[in-house]
């Protein structure tokens, strides 16, 4: 049985081999630890390793793990990656750094007008429904234009850039589709002059195509934690926005 450590390691060295691979800097890409179902101590094992950006689908289970890791708050940045509702909306504001599945202008509003002024402004990525989307939730992209500017003129909030969610596909050039999608859709709004940074895709299956497409920030689970138990965590967030497992 590897350790969190080791495991850490071998994804952060397949990561350089991709970004090596396909011309990029070492630095390009952010590596987001999706610790989802797993304990806190996971996760603290993971940052005693050096890992600093965690991920998180589901807001109660997260907001637990925030609390009990409350002494690494300063060096950690925590990341909503699942649907949110919003009924939620306040809580995630004042615990989160990061909400990647914005698809409503009503979500976002929520979360500017309750971002604590203590706080610096909540990042926000847009998610997409690019050709292939495995779940319903994401933003079709013709309507992404209004929704990016909508939500980039919010004060509490600041937009990084755009998220994805592909339906699983067997090989790297297939897996390279959404991926471009998603690319050329972050390079036209950046042609609107919209100063966004963020390009969240990828995940365990499909690294190397995103990577290979311009990702700057990977949303890595079970490479880094292990398999996940099949059951989801006894919460009332369902992960509608994510049907690969879990
Ligand atoms: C669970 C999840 C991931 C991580 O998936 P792995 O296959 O475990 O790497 C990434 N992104 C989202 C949105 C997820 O829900």
């Avoid at 094992?45 to 300063?74: C, H, P, S, T, W």
């Avoid at 504001?93 to 203590?118: G, M, N, Y």
């Amino acid at each position: 049985m590897q350790t969190i450590e080791e495991r850490l390691q071998l994804v952060k060295d397949r990561l350089l081999q991709a970004l090596a691979r396909f011309g990029r800097p070492a630095d390009a890409v952010t590596l987001l630890a999706v610790s989802k179902t797993q304990p806190a101590q996971a996760v603290r094992e993971a940052a005693a390793a050096g890992q600093r950006a965690f991920g998180e689908n589901y807001v109660q289970e997260a907001l637990d793990k925030i609390q009990a890791l409350a002494d690494l708050r300063a060096q950690l940045a925590w990341h909503l990656i699942g649907p949110l509702q919003s009924n939620k909306t306040r809580v995630v504001a004042e615990s989160f750094d990061w909400v990647h599945a914005v698809d409503r202008l009503k979500i976002a509003q929520r979360l500017s007008e309750q971002r604590p002024a203590a706080l610096p402004p909540l990042n926000i990525c847009l998610q997409v429904n690019v050709s292939g989307e495995a779940s319903k939730s994401g933003v079709a992209p013709a309507e992404l234009p209004a929704l990016a500017h909508a939500v980039a003129a919010l004060p509490r909030l600041r937009l990084r850039g755009l998220m994805s969610i592909p339906e699983p596909a067997a090989d790297l050039e297939a897996q390279r589709l959404p991926h471009r999608e998603l690319k050329r859709l972050f390079d036209s709004l950046c042609a609107q002059g919209l100063a966004l940074d963020t390009l969240s895709m990828g995940m365990s299956a499909d690294m190397d195509a995103a990577v290979a497409e311009g990702s700057t920030l990977v949303r890595i689970g079970t490479a880094i934690f292990g398999a996940r138990d099949p059951k989801p965590p006894a919460t009332t967030d369902r992960p509608c926005g994510w049907s690969g497992g879990a």
